[in-house]
T-cell receptor, first 118, second 114 residues
């Protein structure tokens, strides 16, 4: 079974430039997540999609970050304009569905895109 | 506000011995807890989970213990193997208030020496 695919693997940009990341989840997974992992910290959820609808974007800096999930499958995350503090690994994850109490949903993560903003 | 904390950035153990990784949380609404393992240049992979209705869950060499009164959980690896060397993240969710949003700790780098 193919895993979660992300591209590019690495990206270096200057501050105030824009950048986009792409994610292809595991086939059949309804839920897609974008996480930001800053060096030395745990991953932080930016946005969660259920099919092509947004379930949770409360921690997404909407003044500069945007995300979409086309036809409930692939997703792109964009930063415009980038700031120095956006340097991080951006992880995409997918799961079969939304959890309920006592649920046992597991997230499957891609390898991430490492972004360096200079 | 760091709701999930892993106070030990690193842990080193000898092969064959027990590894104990600790995690504390502050949000009493958390009802589901997971451990993820991360190798360099890879995404985290699911290791083991526990619901708040249990106090122990075991899967092979891995056991997770949950102490709700202390808001503490731990991951035991017995026996430890060099291939277990990785960063381990503790994560928690509050299904009634935030759905499946996971809150992660900072991670603990485990090194198992041959």
């Amino acid at each position: 079974e193919a895993g979660v695919a992300q591209s590019p693997r690495y990206k270096i940009i200057e501050k105030r430039q824009s950048v986009a990341f792409w994610c292809n989840p595991i086939s059949g997974h309804a839920t897609l997540y974008w996480y930001q992992q800053i060096l030395g910290q745990g991953p932080k959820l930016l946005i969660q999609f259920q099919n092509n609808g947004v379930v949770d974007d409360s921690q997404l800096p909407k003044d500069r970050f945007s995300a979409e999930r086309l036809k409930g499958v692939d997703s792109t995350l964009k930063i415009q304009p980038a700031k120095l503090e956006d340097s991080a690994v951006y992880l995409c994850a997918s799961s079969l569905g939304v959890w309920g109490p006592g649920g046992n949903e597991k997230l499957f993560f891609g390898s991430g895109t490492q972004l360096s903003v200079l | 506000d760091q709701q999930v904390k892993q106070n030990s950035p690193s842990l080193s153990v000898q092969e064959g011995r027990i590894s104990i990784l600790n995690c504390d949380y502050t949000n009493s609404m958390f009802d589901y807890f997971l451990w993820y393992k991360k190798y360099p240049a890879e995404g985290p992979t699911f290791l083991i989970s526990i619901s708040s209705i249990k106090d122990k869950n075991e899967d092979g060499r891995f056991t997770v213990f949950l102490n709700k009164s202390a808001k503490h959980l731990s991951l035991h690896i017995v026996p430890s193997q060099p291939g277990d060397s990785a960063v381990y993240f503790c994560a928690a969710s509050a299904s009634e208030t935030s759905g499946s949003r996971l809150t992660f700790g900072e991670g603990t780098q485990l090194t198992v020496n041959p």
